[in-house]
């Protein structure tokens, strides 16, 4: 059974940083691209980062390039977001999802992640 457990979520004053984990079990981790959603009050759910196997490609959407990094250390099944320079638009729930990759370079499309945690609170306040 797949589990992946997000953490390091909380509450942040703006300019502050975090860092999101996730660990996963029951799947061979280092065979699958992982990313990084997010959920905010109102909106909805957007993929904010993700990471190919190995680490070859790594991809951001605009807001966060520059402030946010995503990094996986496969020897602990675990993937980061590091998040930088936080604002409140930054509020939301943060969701790690993996999607099995056939090769190191390949980033999923969003509708091929299937394997979702259960998500981590980031609140952001000014």
């Known amino acids: 059974q797949v589990q992946m457990v997000e953490s390091g979520g909380g509450l942040v004053q703006a300019g502050g940083s975090v860092r999101l984990s996730c660990t996963a079990s029951?799947?061979?981790?280092?065979?699958?691209?992982m990313a990084w959603f997010r959920q905010g009050p109102g909106k909805e759910r957007e993929r904010v980062s993700a990471i190919s196997r190995n680490a070859a490609r790594t991809w951001y959407t605009e807001s966060v390039k520059g402030r946010f990094i995503i990094f996986r250390d496969d020897a602990k099944n675990t993937l980061y977001l590091q998040m930088n320079n936080l604002t409140p638009e930054d509020t939301a729930t943060y969701y790690c999802a993996a999607a099995i990759a056939w090769n190191t370079e390949y980033l999923p499309p969003q509708t091929d992640y299937r394997m979702w945690g259960q998500g981590t609170q980031v609140t952001v306040s000014s």
């Open positions: 029951g799947l061979t981790f280092e065979h699958n691209a």
